[in-house]
């Protein structure tokens, strides 16, 4: 079992959901390689979906940017090994305005 392995970077669930997270993270990676990142990402929507309601959203990887809007008490970033994986359940919240976000400014 990898949930002594695993390391929590950022969560909001509770405990229990997050104990979830791990467990089906684990077992997904016992069924798959951790070269199938798109079949571990697919193993573990589909289980969160079934055991919490749909709308879960998981991305398994080793090198990407996020930038999510999700529900509160569902969300959950955290590695396994060389894996980083990001499972959160979506929100259709509002769109931040325009000046909420400013651009970076480039220095010459």
């Known amino acids: 079992m990898l949930e002594g392995k695993a390391v929590i970077g950022e969560t909001d669930m509770l405990e229990t959901m997050q104990?979830?997270?791990?467990?089906?993270?684990?077992?997904?990676?016992?069924?798959?390689?951790?070269?199938?990142?798109?079949?571990?990402?697919?193993?573990i929507k589909k289980e969160f979906d079934r055991q919490h309601g749909s709308g879960w959203q998981c991305i398994v990887g080793t090198d990407f940017g996020s930038f999510v809007?999700?529900?509160?008490?569902?969300?959950?970033?955290?590695?396994?090994?060389?894996?980083?994986?990001l499972l959160f359940r979506g929100s259709t919240g509002q769109e931040p305005k325009a000046d909420e976000f400013p651009a970076l400014e480039t220095i010459a």
Not at 26 to 43: G, M, S, Y
């Open 69 to 85: 809007t999700h529900c509160c008490g569902c969300f959950i970033y955290f590695c396994v090994g060389s894996l980083t994986i």
């Open 19 to 43: 104990k979830d997270a791990l467990h089906i993270a684990a077992k997904a990676l016992d069924f798959f390689d951790v070269t199938e990142a798109t079949e571990i990402a697919r193993f």
